[in-house]
């Protein structure tokens, strides 16, 4: 396994942890923000059924390429079920964070999402799925996002992540390698990464980011789940 690159965000202060870095505009959400190393900030907050708008215009702004390597399919559009599916979560088996930068004329930009859905045959497997918009891929939000998932995760007793990506999706299969997840074929173009919690390459959010992060979302949490056993 390779040594895991440094993370090009820090902790830039949450909910309960203000700082001159975090805006005051943003005071009264559910933000957890992170310093890019770039001078931009960027946020992470749960998905909420109110983002439904939100996912259909950030779907609409996807290429080609980067739909289908988050559906594993040619996708033009999403169906009012799926939309349903993707923002009315319970947060516990089901979990999604939304990230954004904060731009410098003070507009809040969605750029990316990442979720687990925990799976019926095994309560302490969950298959995960990021995607990050095309100008912004390449800046660390895969990285930051996967531990922001795994971090919730390990909070509700989950013990492994499985992700199926294109064979051709490179820079997702580095993250998952330098977090140490086991990487194998699954089916033609297609490959299945299984990664233990806590990954074996460790997390590259700090233990300040990492609280605040499992705070906001089991403030979003549902109280309807099942234990890991």
Known sequence: MTARPPSPFRFAGG????????????????????????????GLRPVHPEDKGVLLEGFGRLSEETRYQRFLAPMD??????????????????FAWAAGFLEPDGQETGVALARYVRTFTDPCVAEIAVVVADEYQGRG??????DGLALVAMDHGIEEFTGFLLGDNHPMLRIFEHLGAVVHDDS???MRADLPLPPPGGLAVDDEGAAELVWVAGAAAHPSHWPCR
């Open 15 to 42: 909910p309960r942890h203000r700082s001159s870095d975090v805006p005051a505009v943003s005071e009264d959400r559910d933000l957890v923000w992170f310093r890019h190393r770039d001078g931009l900030l960027v």
């Open 77 to 94: 559009r999403l169906t009012e079920r799926q939309v349903r599916y993707l923002t009315e979560l319970d947060q516990v088996n089901h």
């Open 188 to 190: 033609p173009g297609v």
């Open 141 to 146: 939000l895969g990285s930051l996002l996967l």
